[in-house]
Nanobody
Framework: QVQLAESGGGLVQAGGSLRLSCAAS????????MGWFRQAPGKEREIVAA????????YYADSVKGRFTISRDNAKNTVSLQMNSLKAEDAAVYYC??????????????????WGQGTQVTVSS
């Protein structure tokens, strides 16, 4: 079992950058595929980015491709999301999630077993 805690959210102007971090408890972090999701008010949760257990493969939603970068450090039990060129439509609560059941990049939220509490990202225009 793993516990996840996000940090790094906040208020940023459009065009600015934020770096979200997700710290995982436990000694088996490298066994989990990880993902970042977001949910804006009145909208469904959506995948933002995902990364395999060993960082070999990454996935990005089309809306963030070229602007966001997901990375992980298995030695430090962390997964990060670097967000550049932020837009108003990026505003949401961002969640990190972990999946131990699947091999490869996991993009379906239902495949994730563990979730953090979320961190708010607000983008002012």
């Amino acid at each position: 079992q793993v516990q996840l805690a996000e940090s790094g959210g906040g208020l940023v102007q459009a065009g600015g950058s934020l770096r979200l971090s997700c710290a995982a408890s436990g000694r088996t972090f490298s066994r989990y595929a990880m993902g970042w999701f977001r949910q804006a008010p009145g909208k469904e949760r959506e995948i933002v980015a995902a990364i395999t257990k060993t960082s070999g493969v990454t996935y990005y939603a089309d809306s963030v491709k070229g602007r966001f970068t997901i990375s992980r450090d298995n030695a430090k039990n962390t997964v990060s999301l670097q967000m550049n060129s932020l837009k108003a439509e990026d505003a949401a609560v961002y969640y990190c999630a972990g999946s131990s059941r699947f091999v490869g990049v996991v993009t379906n939220g239902n495949a994730y077993d563990y979730w953090g509490q979320g961190t708010q990202v607000t983008v002012s225009s």
